[in-house]
């Protein structure tokens, strides 16, 4: 029988590699929760219809890279290809926005049918934040400084910040016109993706990855050129607000968002250490993004991380280890049963307990106790279990500053056992 495997693009996250994610996840946690955002979890599966209005039938994603089917009601669903679309799904079917401003954040897996590569495979996931009814430069700044000093906290070097000013939409009309027009007479110089986004979607070709076509662009017209005074005005506060908290930045022209939702700041965080796939953190302003869901006009902005892209950044600076604070070793027919009374009795009093269930020698036990790293073996065998006691034994006695090896409890003084364990926790 052939053995199963995985499907391509979707990996196993396996112990061991699990306590960096959590050690990532719990740091993220922590971070966003002194900023005041509060998490939200939305489903997986939403209907198709959702993607398409709100990213676009025109792109790639939607066209290409989504998975959809027909559930047995007859309608189409989609594996969510990312997150700030059910967010503002959310937001809208229950209200949230009735509430005031909305400081939001989530993490999940999310679904793209597209060629696996390092930092992306077809199932990845996204940490990442979306405001809603906050639309000043200043609060663009904020923003932006969470996702900088999530990453500063997590200790990623070589990162840059990127930004833009997409202006307003009527800036981008006017610069869309202006860029298709010289497009189309630079046409035969523009690589094959370029030529069929020039109809459906041409400020993406600003982001091209074509050496070819960047050259080209350098002749191209500036959207810069075509923001209204107040687009610059904006633009400019949100850079010195940038220079006022220290936050280095550069300008890039042709860092662009492809739909018409997408206004003023977009933005990214790039590290050199991912060579060409360089993205850890992307987002921008989307303030017509609640209104084409089927909202009132409502100012939203955010940011996501690909998580499996951080953790490369990482590498093996970050860890959780799980360590005991106490090893169960046990052996013999009634202690086995006694062993697990009681580690199932120190568990409830929040200490880590591994519980031995091998069977396997005293000496064998005593090796594995040594290599998980806990402070203290618990020993039970059927002896101690006739005699009424617990012994505690000292592990890696040598790095320890007490001269005190062993401990010998009464097995119903358990309240003893458990102060002291929960005293050398506290002090350790």
Known sequence: MKQLQSLRGMVDVLPGETERWQAVESISREHLSRAGFKEIRTPLLEVTDLFSRSIGEATDVVSKEMYSFIDRGDRSCTLRPEGTAAVVRAVLEHGLLNKGFQRLWYCGPMFRYERPQTGRQRQFHQLGVECFGMNSPTSDAEVISIAWDLLSCLRIEGLVLEINSLGA????????DELVDWLKVHFEKLDLDSKQRLDTNPLRILDSKSKQTQDLLQEA?????????????????????????????KVNPCLVRGLDYYS???????????????????????????GELGGSPTSGFGWAIGLERLLMLLGDSIHRNWIPDVYVVNRGIKAEISALVLARKLRAFDLRVQLDSSGASFSKQFKRADRSSATWALVLGDDEVTNGEVRLKRLHSNKMSSTVKEHIFSSSDLEGLMSFLLDEKVTR
């Open 264 to 290: 003023h700041t977009a933005f990214e965080i790039t590290s050199h250490h991912l060579g060409s796939q360089a993205t850890v953190c992307g987002g921008g302003r989307y303030d017509g993004l609640v």
């Open 221 to 249: 017209p500036q959207l810069k050129d075509f923001l209204c005074e107040e687009s610059t005005q904006r633009f400019l506060a949100l850079q010195e607000i940038l220079k006022h908290l220290k936050i280095p930045f």
């Open 169 to 176: 939409s009527l800036d981008r009309k006017k610069y869309r």
